[in-house]
């Protein structure tokens, strides 16, 4: 039994040191998402912020995808907290679901790369992502993305409950608000609108991030209330 605890002491403390580094990496790869965006971060550069070795980093992640997904994870609790922070500033369905989206639009505004970094995992298919991604880093980025949603398919949930809402699966809806959302918020970073001035000419307009929201909103509202009449 004595000879046993130095062993598990040190097991312990070797854990301790991964959880430790793990942490380091992923916060370093943050800060170069935040400042250079998520095309110019390297692996390369990420080692070199923790002040390690790049083939450390394969110790810890399977890859560049797997830092990636559990980067995006510190970006979508953020997330949560802002979206149940505007769910709780009204009772009233309507108001609530604009202030979750106008929540959503805003820190998609103000966090540029957690919407690239979003999309670029979006751009993977299922079978894709459990090759490339250990199980665990899976589950966590699964539950972080499921606790913003929770925040919307409740207010989905409780606004049909009352009346105001007419949604059939409040869940479905909260997928694709949530993916929809995130092609409009690069839209509105693009700030370009390509549009007809003519039968088969293009022309190029400009759109606004307030215009975004606007769409945003309106179409929130259109699907959840779908054929309830408003008074």
Same mark, same amino acid.
């Given at each position: ?6 062993? *598990? ?17 992923? @916060? ?54 802002? $979206?149940? @922070? ?29 919407? *690239?970094? @979003? ?7 299922? %079978? ?20 913003? $949603? ?17 949604? @059939? ?12 959302? $995130? ?15 003519? %039968? ?13 929201? *606007? ?15 408003? %008074?």
């Amino acid at each position: 039994m004595e000879a046993t605890r130095p062993t *598990d002491g040190r097991r312990s403390a070797a854990a301790q040191r991964r959880r430790e580094r793990e942490r380091d990496i992923i @916060a370093a790869t943050r800060e170069l998402f935040d400042r250079n965006g998520v095309r110019e971060a390297q692996i390369e550069d990420v080692a070199r912020a923790v002040g390690i070795n790049r083939a450390i980093i394969y110790r810890h992640f399977t890859g560049k995808e797997e830092l990636f997904a559990l980067t995006l994870v510190g970006y979508l609790d953020e997330l949560k907290e802002s $979206l149940a @922070a505007a769910a709780a500033t009204s009772d009233a369905p309507r108001e609530r679901l604009v202030a979750i989206t106008e929540a959503f639009v805003d820190y998609g505004l103000g966090h540029p790369a957690f919407v *690239d970094c @979003a999309q670029t995992l979006m751009r993977r298919t299922g %079978p894709e992502l459990w090759d490339e991604i250990a199980e665990s880093a899976i589950y966590r980025l699964g539950r972080s993305i499921s606790g913003c $949603l929770a925040v919307l398919a409740a207010a989905l949930e409780e606004g049909t409950s009352a009346g105001e809402f007419s949604v @059939a699966d409040p869940h479905l809806l909260a997928n694709t608000l949530y993916a929809s959302g $995130l092609g409009a918020l690069q839209l509105a970073r693009v700030g370009i609108l390509v549009k007809e001035a003519a %039968p088969g000419v293009p022309t190029v307009g400009t759109i606004s991030a307030d215009q975004v929201t *606007d769409y945003l909103v309106t179409s929130a509202l259109a699907l959840a209330t779908g054929g309830v009449r408003t %008074p």
